[in-house]
């Protein structure tokens, strides 16, 4: 999980993983790791889900934080546009640096929001692909099924 500092990527982590909220904000330092195994499919599938920290980007993210890896999840605030343009950012860099990685967009904090959010993230050439609140619960499950999904899928066809 990438994104800027505070758009909720541990609270999505947390909500996912153990099904709590936490109103607290506490700033991750460098890396949490959380697991998670679950049936999909008649398949038993184990997570194990990386929340890094805002400082670790693309250019500086050490390349141990990547070996392995299947996926990213970029993870922006919808109420601070300024955490979408990070995401935009980010995601061309490790598109760059790591082409085979399956992703996925996440615009968190909707429970914040006064109207649903207009997608206008393509004008961007980044496409959100769900829309979710940790704090409510909403999509987080879902969110989490899109990137498995496409493990899924990819695992088929191999």
């Not at 505070?6 to 709590?20: D, E, I, N, Q």
Request: proline share 2%; hydrophobic share 40%; glycine share 6%.
């Amino acid at each position: 999980m990438i994104g800027a500092f505070a758009v909720g990527k541990t609270s999505l982590v947390t909500k996912y993983t153990t099904g709590l909220f936490s109103e607290e904000y506490l700033s991750t330092i460098g890396v949490n790791i959380k697991n998670k195994t679950i049936e999909y499919e008649d398949k038993i599938v184990h997570l194990l889900i990386w929340d890094i920290a805002d400082i670790v980007t693309y250019q500086n993210i050490p390349k141990s934080y990547l070996k392995g890896s299947h996926g990213i999840i970029l993870v922006y605030d919808l109420t601070r546009k300024e955490t979408f343009n990070r995401i935009c950012n980010e995601f061309k860099g490790f598109l760059e640096t790591s082409p085979n990685l399956k992703k996925i967009v996440i615009g968190n904090k909707s429970d914040l929001l006064d109207q649903p959010v207009a997608d206008n993230s393509s004008e961007l050439g980044v496409i959100t692909d769900i829309v979710t609140s940790a704090k409510s619960g909403t999509n987080v499950e879902q969110a989490f099924q899109l990137l498995i999904d496409q493990f899924i899928a990819e695992s088929s066809i191999a």
